[in-house]
């Protein structure tokens, strides 16, 4: 291991870090000791255990911004549900949405499916091996086609997901937040890449990430890197990367209205293709004004979005959510329709539907608490039919 740094020897070495060249000598070993470490300690993950492009490329998708212990239910009901790309691309985008229900990121399954059917019909059903053409597929950028070309065909084409950013900012002690200085870093993922076993190279290097390089306690006593590794020479391996100041999300507060008829029936939304949550179902609603009440909130609300006049009933619940760039609270009330036609005025299609069908429908995963507290308390009396 190398000497703990005085803190003269920390800006020596500081300075040495903006030198981006690596000896030849110290790539071949760092290749050499992150293989020899894949081999013993390397995830036994389910899309390792064969080299199907299809599957590797719906595991790429679905761990962009998610965990893999969150992922591998997903990944193993997904391929049940679609198990080749012709069953993808054949599949509708409610069915594809509805297996995606709570992973986050829809737009990550919109683009799937627009993928699946390109590659089903421009491509001869074959997940192309070109780097060009696989990121001129929907949702294929230029990390994830590093990850599937190399993990499907041993293709020596580089990555630079969170994890590798975070390790390769560490092993350089990179002194700029990853993200200014990509570049850099690619050229750094494309020096270290084992150009003969690209595969396990790139595998080794994400697990590296996940499992010593964590983002909090890296345990670098444990890492194959640690006599090559500037942050650790430096100690600086808690304080790297450095981090972005980020301003604090805003925060939305929403009426939302379960919009009951006569007939026990509630009223469902599908949201625009475009923007957040495309394609998705939801219970109607919007933003609370400044100065306005939930209540008067959800009225105008409905009246905006479809064009009925509903009366507004007792809280059925409230559900705080956050998403990338912002949260919300969704103030839910029950609510009884009055009159007029509903109209798909801001989205894309209206339904009435039962309590039991709503499963059958993709919501986002804030709403899904909305159903939960529905099945608890079922209708308000208000609207149960009369005797
Ligand atoms: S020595 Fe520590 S900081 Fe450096 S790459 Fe390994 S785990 Fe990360």
């Not at 939302?256 to 219970?283: K, T």
């Not at 306005?292 to 009366?311: A, F, N, P, V, W």
Request: charged share 20%; aromatic share 8%.
């Amino acid at each position: 291991m190398p000497a703990k740094s005085t803190s003269s020897a920390k800006a020596q070495q500081n300075s040495a870090s903006s030198n981006q060249d690596l000896p030849s000598f110290v790539v071949a070993e760092l290749r050499d000791r992150l293989l020899q470490w894949y081999a013993k300690q390397g995830r036994d993950l389910p899309w390792r255990r064969n080299q199907n492009p299809y599957h590797i490329w719906i595991s790429e998708i679905m761990l962009q911004q998610t965990q893999v212990k969150t992922v591998i239910p997903y990944y193993e009901r997904w391929l049940q549900a679609f198990p080749t790309v012709e069953a993808l691309a054949a599949a509708s985008q409610e069915q594809v949405l509805k297996q995606w229900e709570g992973l986050g990121y829809y737009a990550r399954a919109r683009n799937l499916h627009k993928a699946a059917q390109a590659i089903a019909h421009q491509h001869n059903g074959q997940f192309p091996t070109q780097f060009e053409a696989a990121i001129a597929l929907p949702g294929i950028g230029r990390t994830t086609a590093g990850g599937i070309l190399s993990a499907a065909f041993n293709q020596p084409v580089p990555i630079l997901d969170g994890n590798v950013k975070r390790v390769l900012a560490r092993l350089t002690a990179l002194q700029k937040p990853p993200n200014r200085s990509l570049e850099w870093l690619w050229q750094c993922s494309t020096t270290l890449l084992d150009p003969v076993h690209s595969r396990d190279f790139n595998q080794a290097l994400m697990d590296l990430g996940a499992t010593l390089c964590t983002p909090r306690h890296p345990n670098c006593g444990h890492c194959p890197w640690s006599a090559h590794c500037r942050a650790y020479a430096l100690t600086m391996q808690n304080d790297l990367p450095v981090s972005e100041t980020r301003s604090p999300i805003p925060h939305k507060v929403i009426g939302v209205a379960v919009i009951w008829n006569d007939s026990q029936q509630i009223l469902i939304d599908r949201r625009r293709q475009e923007g957040l949550l495309g394609g998705l179902w939801e219970f109607p609603g919007g933003k609370v004004e400044p100065n306005e009440t939930i209540e008067h909130c959800i009225r105008r609300e409905i009246q905006e979005e479809l064009g009925i006049e509903i009366e507004v009933g007792d809280r059925l619940t409230v559900v705080d959510h956050t998403y990338s760039h912002f949260r919300v609270t969704l103030n839910v009330h029950h609510c009884h329709h009055v009159s007029g036609i509903p109209q798909p005025l801001e989205c894309d299609e209206v339904r009435w539907v039962t309590l039991n069908e709503l499963d059958q429908y993709p919501f986002p995963k804030a709403n899904i608490h909305i159903i939960e507290a529905l099945k608890q308390v079922g209708p308000p009396s208000s609207v149960n039919p009369s005797p």
